[in-house]
């Protein structure tokens, strides 16, 4: 039996299409980043979860970020 993992990265951009953040899934988790900071923000169960964490990392009333796959 085969035992693969996923990898995979998305970048969150804010309006103007500069990135914010990223959201890396290993397997069953998903590490969100903010750009210029060396930790990260949190791992998360689920892609949703990480999508919200990022964006409540982000200065109050920021518009929702663009989620692109990498």
Same mark, same amino acid.
């Given at each position: ?6 990898? &995979?990265?998305?970048? /969150? ?19 969100? &980043? ?18 919200? /964490? ?8 920021? /518009? ?7």
């Amino acid at each position: 039996m085969t035992n693969t993992q996923t990898h &995979r990265l998305w970048v /969150a951009h804010n309006e103007t299409g500069t990135g914010v953040g990223t959201i890396q899934q290993d397997g069953d988790v998903y590490t969100v &980043r903010m750009l210029g900071r060396d930790e990260p923000a949190g791992t998360y169960p689920s892609m949703e979860v990480a999508k919200n /964490a990022l964006f409540s990392q982000l200065k109050p009333g920021s /518009a929702w970020p663009e989620f692109r796959e990498h």
